[in-house]
Nanobody, 124 residues
Framework: QVQLVESGGGLVQAGGSLRLSCAASGRTFNTDAMGWFRQAPGKERELVSG????????YYADSVKGRFTISRVNAKNTIYLQMNSLKPEDTAVYYCASRRGVGVHTTPGMYDYWGQGTQVTVSS
């Protein structure tokens, strides 16, 4: 059974940091592109950051550039999202997703597997 399990969410004050982790199991993900999406109430799910299978290519939404860093350790089937200088507008449920193929895609429908999500709440 394929599973993506996120962890590391929580409540943090504005300006603080969190590190999200996504552990994959059930198949080999080291040839998949991976992404972190988020969805706030009443808003569409959006790609926050993505990383190619090798880690050589990364993508960041303009709203998080310079604050968030994505990384992966293929030997552990795990990706991370380091989130610094958090803002109240970063509040959302964050989802990990994987996509068969080497390239990151911004469209949620292009991803094959999803985690259950982890809540991130940033207080002002």
């Amino acid at each position: 059974q394929v599973q993506l399990v996120e962890s590391g969410g929580g409540l943090v004050q504005a300006g603080g940091s969190l590190r999200l982790s996504c552990a994959a199991s059930g198949r080999t993900f080291n040839t998949d592109a991976m992404g972190w999406f988020r969805q706030a109430p009443g808003k569409e799910r959006e790609l926050v950051s993505g990383i190619s299978w090798s880690g050589g290519t990364t993508y960041y939404a303009d709203s998080v550039k310079g604050r968030f860093t994505i990384s992966r350790v293929n030997a552990k089937n795990t990706i991370y999202l380091q989130m610094n200088s958090l803002k109240p507008e970063d509040t959302a449920v964050y989802y990990c997703a994987s996509r068969r193929g080497v390239g990151v895609h911004t469209t949620p429908g292009m991803y094959d597997y999803w985690g259950q999500g982890t809540q991130v709440t940033v207080s002002s």
